[in-house]
């Protein structure tokens, strides 16, 4: 386990030990435990930066961005309907599926 040392302005420290005293109580460790769980958040959040998204009308790429959130502003300005789009991530792996179907007799 990494022991990190992190310096906090003193209100952004004293809001942080208020909601989290309101919160959870006053446990030991919950601050270590908020900004695990923070540090991970975030780091997942840089991982899906990478990643490109596309919607697609049919057979056709109407348009891509790199969040949602900026491919939600780019289908609004093109005038989109957002419920005949597919939506597609660039790491998406589409899995083929096949099997046997028996009729009962």
Do not use: C, H, P, W
Request: aromatic share 10%; proline share 0%.
């Amino acid at each position: 386990m990494g022991v990190l040392t992190i310096v906090l302005d003193d209100e952004t420290e004293k809001e942080l030990r208020k909601l989290l005293r309101d919160k959870f109580g006053k446990e030991k460790g919950e601050i270590s435990k908020f900004v695990e769980i923070a540090v991970k958040n975030y780091i997942q959040e840089l991982k899906r930066e990478d990643k490109i998204y596309f919607a697609f009308k049919g057979e056709e790429k109407v348009a891509e961005a790199k969040s949602l959130e900026e491919l939600v502003k780019t289908l609004k300005e093109k005038g989109f309907d957002f419920r005949g789009l597919r939506i597609l991530r660039s790491d998406f792996k589409q899995e083929a599926r096949f099997g046997v179907r028996l009729k009962k007799l």
